[in-house]
């Protein structure tokens, strides 16, 4: 299989769980995974339709930035250290992995330099595993008062969440389930900043349940790509 041919057949899967939720193929859009991945697959990935690529690691952002010659959105979905927000501000659409205030008030900063405003998502995790980041449901509505208050160049534009790795999916929606009544409680809260459109979940072996939950965003990497080469190390040490 081609990474065309991997392409196509997530987008028809992604088609066709938005569907049986009650919306339309393109209302669900499908995000490369690019991390410890070669340029050349990632500019096969974009011929194929691919819009938008998403990271995990700044510093591969940084290096691969300039050798993908073709238009593209890239965002970034993995742990961010403040004294690194200054690399990509002015490179991603969107930050999906914001967790705390301090973050936030740094992107705020770095946004405000350049003059632009900067779309994140709040990383919730559902889970309470330890291994990730994310903040606790339960404090998320305290940090999105915050952030609003103090941010005036960040935009909230929902939520992301990180499933716990699971054979069967079923395991997971509960988690999926749980993300979605939190988004649609802060959906409503009323501030110019606060301008709620995107729930971020599902990745290669969850996507079509995170869908079926209320996903509008998956980040599907190994289903497109194949497996990871962890030897590589692509972007160095964060
Ligand atoms: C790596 C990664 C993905 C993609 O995972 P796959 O299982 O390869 O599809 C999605 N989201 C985040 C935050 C990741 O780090």
Redesign the pocket.
């Known amino acids: 299989m081609s990474i065309k041919d991997n392409v196509d057949y997530i987008q028809s899967l992604k088609g066709a769980a938005a569907v049986k939720s009650g919306r339309k193929p393109e209302d669900v859009l499908l995000i490369a995974?690019t991390?410890l991945h070669e340029p050349w697959e990632m500019e096969e990935a974009i011929a194929a339709g691919i819009t938008d690529i998403?990271e995990?690691k700044v510093q591969e952002i940084q290096k691969k930035y300039d050798l993908i010659k073709s238009p593209v959105r890239w965002h970034l979905?993995?742990h961010l250290q403040t004294n690194k927000v200054k690399n990509i501000i002015d490179k991603v659409v969107m930050i999906?992995?914001v967790d705390s205030l301090h973050l936030a008030q740094e992107i705020d900063k770095r946004a405000a330099a350049i003059g632009k405003t900067m779309d994140i998502l709040l990383q919730v995790n559902a889970a309470h595993e330890e291994s990730k980041f994310g903040v606790d449901p339960l404090n998320c509505k305290q940090l999105l008062m915050e952030i609003l208050e103090s941010c005036p160049n960040v935009k909230v534009r929902g939520l992301?969440h990180?499933a716990p790795y699971s054979e069967d999916p079923e395991e997971v929606r509960p988690y999926f389930k749980e993300v979605k009544v939190l988004y649609d409680e802060l959906a409503q809260i009323d501030h110019e900043n606060s301008d709620f459109a995107y729930l971020s979940m599902g990745?290669?072996?969850d996507?079509e349940t995170a869908i079926e939950e209320g996903a509008n965003i998956i980040?599907?990497?190994?289903?497109?790509?194949g497996a990871?080469d962890y030897s590589k190390k692509m972007g160095g040490e964060q």
């Open positions: 995974v991390k998403a995990n979905i993995g999906h992995s992301m990180i990745m290669s072996n996507f980040r599907v990497g190994t289903s497109i790509f990871r």
